[in-house]
Nanobody, 115 residues
Framework: QVQLVESGGGLVQAGGSLRLSCAAS????????MGWYRQAPGKQRELVAT???????NYADSIKGRCTISRDNAKNTIILQVNSLTPEDTGVYSC?????????WGQGTQVTVSS
């Protein structure tokens, strides 16, 4: 079993930045890959970014260039940094990880970008 706990959401002004953290209940070397998804109001959940245990990253085209995903192996945490926020970045951001063949999700954290 894996528990993923997100933190760092909230209300942000357009043009600002956000930093989200996802803490795992076990070593993230065994949770591979990990990443972030988001769901905007009235829309389907979409990929934001993923990162493998080897540090390989993948970003959605809509956020590429404004976003960085990273791992802190010592803290069993992944971090998502998003800059130049727009109201279109508003949504519930959820941490995801694959442990063996199972998918695990955090409870999600709300991010609201005001114009």
């Amino acid at each position: 079993q894996v528990q993923l706990v997100e933190s760092g959401g909230g209300l942000v002004q357009a043009g600002g930045s956000l930093r989200l953290s996802c803490a795992a209940s076990r070593t993230i070397f065994t949770i591979d890959p990990m990443g972030w998804y988001r769901q905007a109001p009235g829309k389907q959940r979409e990929l934001v970014a993923t990162i493998t245990s080897g540090g390989n990253t993948n970003y959605a085209d809509s956020i590429k260039g404004r976003c960085t995903i990273s791992r802190d192996n010592a803290k069993n945490t992944i971090i998502l940094q998003v800059n130049s926020l727009t109201p279109e970045d508003t949504g519930v951001y959820s941490c995801w990880g694959k442990w063996f063949k199972y998918d695990y999700w955090g409870q999600g954290t709300q991010v609201t970008v005001s114009s």
